[in-house]
């Protein structure tokens, strides 16, 4: 069964950091994997991308800077480090994997695996 399985979320205090991981079924690791965040009563905020096969990133202007998105193809994982956290970061947080990403990818419509999220609370 294809799943995604996210850890390593937790509360911090502002200036903090994390390293959330996402390890997934090998068959899954498809063209390009994402993080994705969502607070209470906001809309779904695309975090960071990284392409499978090039390790190309791209990141949303409110985390650049700040968050690292890499791999480890062997473990099947992908990682984003958060530093320099912020009140504002606090979200719950999701791994996501697509066979195909434009510059749309932030809207997650292209994400069809998803993982249960992991919880990221940043106090002042």
């Known amino acids: 069964q294809v799943h995604l399985v996210e850890s390593g979320g937790g509360s911090v205090q502002a200036g903090g950091s994390l390293r959330l991981s996402c390890v997934g079924s090998e068959s899954i690791y498809s063209v390009c994997m994402a993080w994705f965040r969502q607070a209470p009563g906001q809309e779904r905020e695309g975090v960071a991308l990284?392409?499978?096969?090039?390790?190309?990133?791209y990141y949303a202007d409110s985390v650049k800077g700040r968050f690292t998105i890499s791999q480890d193809k062997a473990k099947n994982t992908m990682y984003l480090q958060m530093s320099a956290l912020k009140p504002e970061d606090t979200a719950m947080y999701y791994c996501a994997a697509a066979a195909f990403c434009d510059n749309t990818w932030s809207t997650g419509a292209n994400f069809g695996f998803w993982g249960q999220g992991t919880q990221v609370t940043v106090s002042p």
């Open positions: 990284i392409y499978y096969a090039s390790g190309h990133t």
